[in-house]
């Protein structure tokens, strides 16, 4: 055997186990959430009604999936604005403005990607607890009057509350990673431009930014899938898509048709719709951020 074949084989010897799980546990489940979505099903009988694309008819029909996708995009860009903006900042100040006690802050940032989602919404749901929650005790300093706002029962207040414990959850991450972007960067560009009497704020513009922006667009890239199939989970802990379906989301709407209503072909043409929806967004963002990458050697 020749050694290209030798090379070829060896590639096709890997290859082999991981599209075999790809296709297990990922186009498998597709393909039938599909399937599933064309049926009038409650998830437990043995009969499937077969009823055509008359789920995706009453898709558009449902009022409150038309909140729930607003609610998802609501999520997107707050997490996106919010996630990229405290992330690179605290990252910039860490390596380039030289802040003292950078294992410390890294340290920090990173300790809520260390705890489980799950206790993350519960210990914020204690936070914006009306009677003794830390939020309302903390506002009441300044007020000097007992605040028991309900942030969760309201529905001007409610998504915003599940909102920032999801920046606060996914900051660290990618402040990590655009530390490692930044001190990747060589020193002898700064100095270089500090010898030409460039600010700090116009090295960042000029230097920083353009050299991580493959990193960034990775970030607001996994910001966004993430959001769109993993956001319910924070709304499922916080507020089960209420008050009056206020902070649904496409998850949450999924889970409570198919696992609390039986209409598991509804909620398969639900998890469609989001395959659908992230594909889409994904496909447009990455025409969007699309730029020249700049190397250095």
């Known amino acids: 055997m020749s050694r290209q074949a030798q090379r070829k084989l060896f590639i ?6 991981t599209f075999l799980f790809f296709c297990l546990f990922t186009l498998f489940p597709i393909s039938k959430g599909i399937y599933i979505s064309l ?3 409650s998830g437990s009988s043995e009969h499937m009604t077969y009823i055509g694309l008359d789920n995706f008819k009453a898709l558009i ?5 038309w909140r729930a996708i ?5 999520l997107v860009i707050g997490k996106v604005i919010g996630i990229i903006l405290l992330a690179t900042f605290f990252a910039v100040a860490v390596t380039r403005l030289r802040v003292r006690g950078q294992q410390f802050f890294r340290l920090v940032f990173f300790l809520p990607n260390l705890i489980s989602i799950v206790v993350i919404g519960v210990l914020w749901r204690f936070v914006y607890n009306p009677s003794i929650g830390f939020l309302n005790s903390f506002l009441g300093i300044f007020t000097n009057a007992h605040n028991n706002r309900p942030w969760l029962g309201e529905e001007g207040t409610a998504l915003w509350s599940i909102l920032w414990p999801s920046i606060w959850a996914g900051v660290g991450f990618y402040f990590l990673l655009l ?3 930044i001190l990747s960067i060589p020193a002898s560009l700064y100095e270089a431009a500090e010898m030409d009497g460039a600010s700090p704020n116009r090295q960042f513009w000029r230097i920083t930014l353009p050299l991580i922006w493959e990193q960034v667009k990775v970030s607001i890239l996994h910001i966004v899938m993430t959001t769109l199939n993993g956001s319910f989970v924070m709304v499922l802990l916080m507020t089960e898509g209420g008050p ?10 999924l889970y409570q048709m198919g696992f609390r209503q039986f209409h598991m072909g509804y909620a398969a043409a639900l998890g469609v719709l989001i395959l659908i929806l992230s594909l ?5 963002l990455q025409r969007v951020l699309r730029r020249d990458s700049i190397e250095f050697s």
Do not use: E
């Open 39 to 41: 049926f009038d099903w």
């Open 70 to 74: 607003g609610n998802d995009y609501f």
């Open 244 to 253: 009056d379906n206020s902070t649904q989301v496409l998850g949450s709407y």
């Open 12 to 17: 096709i010897t890997f290859l082999i186990p």
């Open 179 to 181: 530390v490692a972007s």
């Open 61 to 65: 029909q449902d009022p409150i999936v």
């Open 280 to 284: 889409a967004t994904t496909l447009v």
